[in-house]
């Protein structure tokens, strides 16, 4: 939709992967409709991943015993955080749209995008207690997981070896996203496309564009543990 | 217990943190049952959290469109993994039982911990397709995880803000732990200790204390969707 902001937040190595294709045409059928996309892509720019004593320039705050979490907080609002976080949190404070896209890696992101959500999501910014979930400051922000799996689709159901899908995206979907105020739209799971044949992975990345077409119209999912459990 | 072998992999940044304290006690305790105990400490040691080609040492299998999963397979089967990740393998392969001392970030565990998890847990030494879940390749072996929280119990629980605390466990312990085979023993959560009272930190450490003593008459938790979710 023209004038809307859109933030691509991707996590893989090779440009040529599925995850690649995936991004690309995210950003090609955005653009077209005339959306600004940003794309932070992770590997190429080396994100640092570790959260550490770096993050903060200039003195700290109690110096003695070393918080990372009290140390981030007050340099958020001193604006003494290390310009790596910053320019992330400018990306996402001037997005209506967060796409993460990502191979799933032990039933969640890969740690280079942990490290981005620990690092960049930080007290002051993305939230405060209270000031959290329905109140949490990225409040009127959509966010999207667009991600590729391993294994097939039958392992990640309700009596698949691997439970529901939805299981695994409690953490990310309402312990991250949704704490942080975010609106959260369906994922996109593109299963198993390193195994796929190429007719299949056609078909992928085509509902991935055909789903992309009409993005804005749609109603974000209720981020609730009956949704995810079925209770 | 005399003779057992005990790796803690630990990501703390502040020795004098309440996780510095729940470690040096394992550490303690353990040593005095006559365990030998190791400690990888993650942020001293400058741990890659990455996921990256440099894991690789030597040529690339396909060197034209780069697959991590399938380089690292190769390179494990070929002895070719950097150095870094073979330290670790090793002293997984040691040990009887593997803690895991952290923080809660975010539902999970911290970028530089998950890191461990994606570059040392690879195909081949941890699991193979087949080889996971009930016939992983580091069955035998026990895991726990010890973590600390932000917020209090009364946020984890079935009705709380942020759900059943079991929840947000499922992917490490359910879709890591259990699919490399291990045998999980009850997660050590240590609720909110830095807005608690000095005494009920002394609680929280004389509890894990205590229950080191007869860690090893422990049974295994079910990891199984019931026993999490409840159905």
């Given at each position: 939709m023209a004038g809307k902001k859109v933030l691509i937040v991707y996590a893989h190595q090779e440009p040529q992967s599925f995850n690649g294709s995936l991004k690309k045409v995210a950003v090609e059928i955005l653009s077209k409709q005339g959306c600004t996309v940003t794309v932070s892509d992770l590997y190429a720019m080396g994100f640092e991943p570790r959260a550490t004593r770096n993050d903060i320039t200039g003195?700290?705050?109690h110096p003695e015993v070393?918080?990372?979490?009290v140390e981030v907080y007050e340099a958020y609002k001193k604006r003494s955080l290390t310009s790596d976080i910053v320019d992330e949190q400018k990306k996402v404070q001037e997005a209506d749209l967060v796409i993460f896209q990502f191979p799933l890696y032990w039933f969640s992101v890969?740690?280079?995008l942990k490290g981005w959500m620990d690092r960049v999501l930080c007290q002051g910014f993305a939230f405060d207690l209270p000031g959290f979930y329905d109140a949490g400051f990225l409040k009127g922000k959509l966010a999207l997981l667009s991600l590729t799996t391993g294994g097939p689709a039958e392992m990640y159901t309700r009596t698949g070896v691997s439970g529901d899908f939805k299981y695994f995206l409690w953490p990310l979907q309402h312990g991250t996203l949704h704490f942080c105020g975010f609106k959260v739209l369906a994922p996109q799971i593109s299963f198993a496309p390193e195994t796929a044949s190429e007719d299949e992975r056609?078909?992928?990345l085509a509902s991935w564009t055909q789903r992309l077409e009409s993005i804005w119209k749609e109603v974000p999912i209720p981020c609730t543990?009956?949704?995810y459990f079925g209770q």
């Open positions: 003195a700290l705050s070393f918080s990372y979490g890969p740690a280079i056609k078909k992928m543990a009956p949704w």
